[in-house]
């Protein structure tokens, strides 16, 4: 949906700062995702996964989201879960996807801090968790290991199970063709 995102995690490949998305071609409207959405529903399509960067981040998430819900669509939203709250959870609540396959880059806001640069991660991203098991909405928890939270891994395994979240971890990064 967007190549935006709030946070700079090192393994990424698709994260852009804004000044710099109209170099790779630049965002597509509400109105262009909803006519490839319409078009994908009349050639069949039912599943739509719906990711980033932070898919919450594009200017017209919510009409997007709410529209796509609207279409019948069953919706996997592929996430880093830091910003599951307020008008946001309330769509969720409203329209609930299939599933949220949610980013998980370590067990504490240090870790976070060395994997995506950005301070109280671990702590923004649990919220954000909480938020969902609160709305009864099924969590995945995806993470991909590197040197930064290698150490962590036990703990992100022990954090889903206490939360009763499925847990998928995956390695092998190459770099990304943007370098």
Same mark, same amino acid.
């Given at each position: 949906l967007t190549c935006r995102c709030n946070f700079?995690?090192?393994?990424?490949?698709?994260?852009?700062?804004?000044?710099?998305?109209s170099e790779y071609g630049?965002?597509?409207?509400?109105?262009?995702?909803?006519?490839?959405?319409?078009e994908a529903k009349e050639a069949g399509t039912v599943w739509l996964c719906i990711t980033g960067g932070e898919p919450l981040l594009h200017p017209e998430?919510?009409?997007i989201y709410r529209e796509l819900s609207q279409m019948g669509f069953?919706?996997? #939203? /592929? *996430?880093n879960a830091s910003l599951i709250k307020g008008k946001t959870a309330r769509l969720l609540e409203q329209y609930p996807p299939r599933v949220v396959k949610a980013s998980l880059y370590g067990a504490s806001d240090e870790t976070y801090e060395k994997v995506c640069k950005v301070k109280e991660g671990f702590r923004q991203v649990h919220e954000? #968790? /909480? *938020?969902?098991?609160?709305?009864k909405?099924?969590?995945?928890?995806?993470?991909?290991?590197?040197?930064?939270?290698?150490?962590?891994?036990?703990?992100m395994a022990f954090y889903a199970y206490l939360n009763g979240f499925s847990w998928m971890a995956t390695g092998g990064v190459k770099a990304s063709a943007r370098g």
């Open positions: 700079q995690c090192r393994m990424c490949y698709v994260h852009l700062q804004p000044d710099r998305i630049g965002e597509l409207s509400a109105k262009e995702w909803l006519r490839i959405a319409k998430f919510e009409t069953f919706i996997t #939203l /592929q *996430t954000g #968790l /909480q *938020t969902l098991k609160n709305l909405i099924p969590v995945q928890l995806v993470s991909t290991v590197i040197r930064q939270n290698m150490e962590d891994v036990e703990k």
